[in-house]
């Protein structure tokens, strides 16, 4: 058994640390492996995009578009997902589903500001579903399969 004090690592795994500045025999002696003078051979400095008092490029590009601050951001739910939990034993068809349930079915990994019903896939299952919004294929597979949508978004945000 190896004792506590005995313990080393591999040999040749653990590399000493290089030592600059110390000398032309060292191989990173004088500059240290930094080229020569100047800012750059210096510590501390951060002149990346700096092009010399003129106007950077990256400020010289012309500004593009809006970024809606109050935009919400939604998880979005296909129908061939939650067919696929309710074919896995993860998710009643018989129970009503929201997104606490798709959450605790692991469909959704966070409910985000609201779930989004979209279309894609099959649905076999009668399912009666509450979602924040829910796209027009989705909402017609569902009722097609003898089910029902209900959406929560606002009905002035809806017309919109």
């Not at 795994?13 to 800012?39: E, F, I, L």
């Not at 051979?41 to 400020?59: C, D, K, N, W, Y």
């Not at 012309?62 to 939990?85: D, H, T, Y």
């Amino acid at each position: 058994m190896t004792k506590l004090n005995e313990l080393a690592p591999r040999p040749g795994s653990v590399k000493g640390r290089m030592r600059v500045g110390r000398g032309p025999g060292s191989g990173k002696g004088k500059t240290a492996g930094r080229g020569v003078k100047g800012q750059k051979s210096r510590t501390g400095v951060s002149i990346a995009g700096f092009e010399g008092g003129q106007m950077p490029l990256h400020m010289r590009m012309p500004k593009r578009g809006f970024n809606n601050p109050f935009a919400k951001e939604f998880a979005e739910v296909n129908l061939w997902r939650i067919e696929q939990a309710i074919a896995a034993g993860k998710l009643d068809a018989k129970q009503p589903i929201d997104a606490d349930a798709l959450l605790k079915a692991g469909v959704l990994r966070r409910a985000k500001d609201g779930v989004k019903l979209l279309g894609k896939g099959e649905l076999k299952s009668k399912i009666n579903i509450t979602v924040y919004a829910a796209t027009g294929a989705a909402r017609a597979a569902v009722e097609k399969a003898g089910g029902s949508v209900t959406a929560t978004k606002p009905e002035a945000a809806q017309e919109a």
